[in-house]
């Protein structure tokens, strides 16, 4: 099992990040996914929320350390809150994370080689009529 909790500091952000092989984007929002009996980081996700919308800036799982259900889990719960916080729409680059996880966490690839999603009624039940 795992915890997915939001980082409370700029300190614990940077060290999050560089234990995930990614660099701490100030001012931005994390998320750090730890094992929930040993404490261990298994990944981690840093975005932004504004008033274009979301922006995923990294979703990575911990060095040497890569649970592809986790990282999904942790992919959508980190859109969940963005969708919360009236933000509808999410966007990301190349460079965010891995192609098949992006792309499984529900983003499609752009025109001009991003990735992006719109969320409207995604986590409410409507956008599947339900099903």
């Known amino acids: 099992m795992f915890k997915i909790s939001p980082i409370q500091s700029p300190e614990e952000q940077k060290a999050v990040a560089k234990a995930c092989g990614s660099e701490y984007k100030n001012g931005a929002f994390g998320y ?26 990294d979703l990575r799982p911990a060095k040497n350390l890569d649970d592809y259900e986790a990282m999904f889990i942790l992919g959508r ?47 409410d039940g409507s956008h599947c009529s339900g099903h």
């Open 77 to 123: 719960a980190t859109m969940n809150f963005i969708d919360l916080c009236g933000s509808h729409t999410l966007s990301a680059t190349s460079e965010a994370g891995d192609d098949t996880l992006l792309r499984a966490i529900g983003l499609r690839t752009t025109d001009n080689n991003e990735y992006f999603c719109d969320m409207t009624g995604f986590f």
């Open 32 to 57: 750090a996914m730890r094992d929930s009996n040993t404490g261990e980081l298994m990944g981690f996700s840093q975005f932004e929320i504004t008033a274009e919308g979301g922006r995923l800036l």
